[in-house]
């Protein structure tokens, strides 16, 4: 089937849809120059700054997305810009190398050998299967199934990769809120440790730098009452179960945590919720930052 190449105005409200078929393997900024080299680069761009270009289900912005041989380019194509809607999660930014979401409590990160649900991975990989059946998803880092917040997958092998190996010098800023168990009088602080695993697969912390990863964890009170505390945490390095074994240590465990000794749980979850998550882009090197609000229901834990 031939798809009609009309004449593109770039009034919002008049354009009508106009699909073209890729031929060969290009960037996106490239092959509309192409297909309409009666409008100028700057009006192009101003196609994609109004969310007026889609390849296949996926509305762009992205001058430089890459094109695949058969992909279909659509041209406000409106229908297409309500984002893909999960059960436990949402797509926060997506482009052609990465895709952050936002974890519900209860999902997990991956399956593991005895759990096999849906996963956050699971759910990413049929998504980005409707795009290319042969498309797949790679696991940076996790989050616990308890805790809720950002986190962030590739879309290649490569690009994990350099994500994981310069991690430390890639990641710009993780940061947490926490609710804990307990008065927090010390406005802010840190704790550093070595952290190890027992046969039991639970993370205990060690003072002796042979016996275990470093851990370090900077923490600040955001707001307290006479059984709780709100805590700002951010991470200087990314160990298991890293916040939920310091706030162990200084005595306030999270909430919800029965694993490092809470024994209440006021807000229904695991009192631990990734918030912000910056860093610079494994491929553009653009510094990106995400941050989403402190859930509603840790501040009304805190009365």
Do not use: C
């Not at 509309?32 to 762009?60: C, N, Y």
């Not at 997305?65 to 926060?92: A, D, H, T, W, Y």
């Not at 199934?145 to 490569?158: C, E, I, N, P």
């Not at 491929?283 to 989403?292: A, I, K, N």
């Amino acid at each position: 089937m031939k798809y009609p190449q009309k004449k593109i105005g770039f009034n919002p409200t008049k354009l009508k849809e106009v699909a073209v078929k890729v031929s060969e393997t290009t960037e996106l900024m490239k092959f509309l120059i192409e297909k309409f080299p009666e409008k100028s680069r700057t009006a192009i761009k101003s196609m994609l700054a109004h969310k007026q270009v889609t390849v296949g289900d996926l509305v762009t912005t992205q001058f430089d997305f890459p094109l695949k041989r058969g992909q279909m380019v659509f041209l406000n194509k409106k229908k297409s810009e309500e984002k893909p809607r999960f059960r436990g999660m949402r797509i926060v930014h997506e482009d052609a190398d990465l895709i952050v979401i936002e974890k519900g409590s209860g999902l997990l990160s991956i399956a593991t050998d005895k759990e096999k649900v849906k996963t956050a991975y699971s759910m990413l990989s049929e998504y980005v299967k409707r795009f290319d059946p042969k498309n797949l998803i790679f696991i940076v880092h996790r989050l616990d199934r308890d805790t809720s917040g950002l986190m962030m997958f590739a879309k290649s092998k490569k690009v994990q990769e350099a994500l994981q190996k310069d991690w430390n010098e890639s990641i710009i800023e993780r940061s947490y809120v926490v609710v804990v168990e307990g008065v927090v009088e010390k406005a802010e602080g840190t704790v550093t440790s070595w952290l190890k695993e027992n046969k039991a697969l639970v993370m205990y912390s060690s003072q002796n730098p042979e016996d275990g990863q470093k851990a370090v964890t900077h923490y600040k009170v955001l707001k307290t009452d006479k059984q709780f505390s709100l805590l700002e945490v951010k991470l200087e390095t990314g160990r298991k179960n890293q916040i939920r074994v310091h706030m162990k240590d200084l005595g306030f465990p999270v909430t919800g945590d029965k694993k490092y000794g809470a024994k209440l749980n006021p807000i229904g979850q695991m009192g631990l919720h990734a918030r912000v998550l910056a860093f610079k882009h494994p491929v553009t090197g653009r510094m990106l930052r995400f941050d989403t609000p402190i859930p509603g229901k840790f501040l009304k834990a805190i009365r």
